[in-house]
């Protein structure tokens, strides 16, 4: 644990290449309040939190409003909410191992970073196997986040990866992440979600949306693949309640739903252009429109 420090405007910490730090009951692993600056290369170590209690704060780094961080070349093990960010902050090529937060009493409860009205920019990174109640790998609460070149694998929460203000994915995989509820990979309320040339595969939810559930936000894809995914109930890929969808260039194979299994629409605006699907019994198990009829020019 990097102890409290005080009156420090710029911290730079470097890691020791390809370390492994193995650290026990830790709040705060790097606890520096005041800096305006952080900057932080960590040349391929491990920082690991053993005999961790999941139902406590456990993280590697909060950073305030005020504060700027560039991270980089890290991985992170272990830790309940790793990353909380109110500011600004620049990472690339971070992996986020086995990261679960698990406790009635947190009601933002995510296993890698909580983005609390703050601007995350992330790429080149993984997320794998962590847990949350609202975010198994990302809860982004009012703010900005990107994610450039991520890939998000058996991830598992209430709500994937949530998003509550802006979120701009290009190129990702999402690969067998769940839902105990709505939306598999990405649950988006009252959001602009931007996903262009992602790939959604096997993802599940217990309830609608087997890779994303969109609640009255805006919602669009182009270029993106939807395979394999489920849920239980309705949009074995997408399910849009009330929100605004814009669908090109993309495909649907084999995904699965009790209604529309592709793509579940509940009152939502929703235009579909130059898309395919494949993988249903018939044509009007793809696409279920509640309330509204999508305008579709697509190949079914």
Known sequence: MISPLNHVKILILNFAEGVTIDTYDVTNYINCTEAENIYINGNGATVNVRNRDSSYEAHFLVVSPEQYCVINNLNLVGFNMAIHNEGTISAMNLTFNHCKWDSAAWKNEVGAIYNEGGYVYISHSSFEDSYGQNGGAIYNHRGILICDFCN?????????????????????NFTSNKADESGGAIYNYIGTLSCFGCNFNQNHADDDGGAVYDEKGLAIYNNCHFNNNKADDNGGAICCHYGVMNITSSIFNGNKGDDGDAIYNDFGEASMENCNFTGSKSEKDYVFNYGKDAKNNHDW
């Open 152 to 172: 998000f694998t058996s991830n598992k929460a209430d709500e994937s990866l949530d998003n509550g203000e802006e979120v701009k994915l290009p190129l990702l």
